[in-house]
Nanobody
């Protein structure tokens, strides 16, 4: 199982970024997929998720209306479109999935809003 995030960078407040998470070793459409973030000195926060049971994607209140999670099954890739970015969105962003009893996440991609 491997997850590789990309797309982070430095952006001004109000700007946009699209993060990608390329998965290998498993099929994303068969698993719940999440984006989580962690800023220095702060607790890890799940910001968005897509779940097998269907229904609406999950969004943290802090990003609702600004972030959109999606997936491309053909590319086995999960995306996080982030609009109207704020300085408080600055963090390392990871995609994550639970397979069996094990959590997997990638190395992360840094997002800095300044």
């Amino acid at each position: 199982v491997q997850l590789v995030e990309s797309g982070g960078g430095l952006v001004k407040p109000g700007g946009s970024l699209r993060l990608s998470c390329a998965a290998s070793g498993f099929t994303i459409s068969s698993h719940d997929m999440s984006w989580v973030r962690q800023a220095p000195g702060k607790e890890r926060e799940a910001v968005a998720g897509l779940y097998l049971g269907g229904g609406s994607p999950y969004y943290a209140d802090s990003v609702k209306g600004r972030f959109t999670i999606s997936q491309d099954s053909a590319r086995n890739t999960v995306y996080l479109q982030m609009n109207s970015l704020k300085p408080e969105d600055t963090a390392m962003y990871y995609c994550a999935t639970l397979i069996g009893n094990s959590w997997y996440r990638g190395q992360g991609t840094q997002v800095t809003v300044s």
